[in-house]
């Protein structure tokens, strides 16, 4: 669940699990702050519970989940801090959206 101290959720948080993926997850990270996006990763590479779990408590909105089967199949896992939902969408999708938004905004 998340905090219920009223804060508005922003942002992505880049969660790996395992060596090509952290690589693959600085990319990401990379990308998403070029698209000024407000983006994090977890420099300690921590379990991925540990990892959803700051995600959690750090208040953002998105996590980004990179793991050998999303690497394989060119995706990414997105889920949704809030409603709990995720979506796997490639990656290329994800950064199109960035820059949709953003143009909206």
Do not use: C, F, H
């Not at 407000?38 to 793991?67: F, L, P, T």
């Amino acid at each position: 669940m998340p905090p219920d101290d009223g804060a508005i959720r922003e942002g992505y948080y880049v969660i790996t699990l395992g060596e090509e993926a952290w690589i693959e997850g600085l990319k990401l990270l990379a990308q998403l702050r070029a698209a000024g996006e407000v983006a994090e990763i977890d420099y300690r590479r921590r379990s991925m519970k540990a990892q959803m779990r700051a995600a959690n408590n750090e208040n953002y909105r998105y996590a980004v989940i990179i793991g050998d089967d999303e690497i394989q199949q060119g995706t990414v896992t997105l889920r949704d801090m809030d409603s709990g939902e995720q979506e796997m969408i490639s990656q290329s999708e994800l950064v199109s959206r960035l820059s949709t938004e953003e143009e909206e905004a």
